[in-house]
């Protein structure tokens, strides 16, 4: 069984910078991509960042420039650096382990966190 440990969440002052990060535990062979998702209030769960194994990278528009994902395959974690944040930023941030391979699993498996908050008030 494959779980995603997430860590880092906590409150920002607007413009600060707060570093969250991710650690998949159990049998894994391999992980095509880790990413970050946040869903804030009443908001739908959004993609922030992605990072394949490639070390390919992509952001969503909103947190281009602001926001640094970076990952250690040999490690299987994932962090998200995130500076200059604003008040919309506040959401829960989910962590996500996309084409896992296993051992003993039928295919590649898709797997969330538990969730961290993030909260970006004054």
């Known amino acids: 069984q494959v779980q995603l440990v997430e860590s880092g969440g906590g409150l920002v002052q607007p413009g600060g910078s707060l570093r969250l990060s991710c650690a998949a535990s159990?049998?894994?062979?391999?992980?095509?991509?880790m990413a970050w998702y946040r869903q804030g209030p009443g908001n739908p769960r959004e993609l922030v960042a992605r990072i394949m194994s490639s070390g390919h990278t992509y952001y969503a528009d909103a947190v281009k420039g602001r926001f640094t994902i970076s990952g250690d395959n040999a490690k299987n974690t994932v962090a998200l650096q995130m500076t200059r944040l604003k008040p919309e930023g506040t959401a829960v941030y989910y962590c996500n382990a996309d084409g896992v391979v296993i051992p003993s699993g039928s295919g590649p498996l898709e797997v969330w966190g538990q969730g961290t908050l993030v909260t970006v008030s004054s």
């Open positions: 159990g049998s894994i062979f391999s992980i095509y991509a």
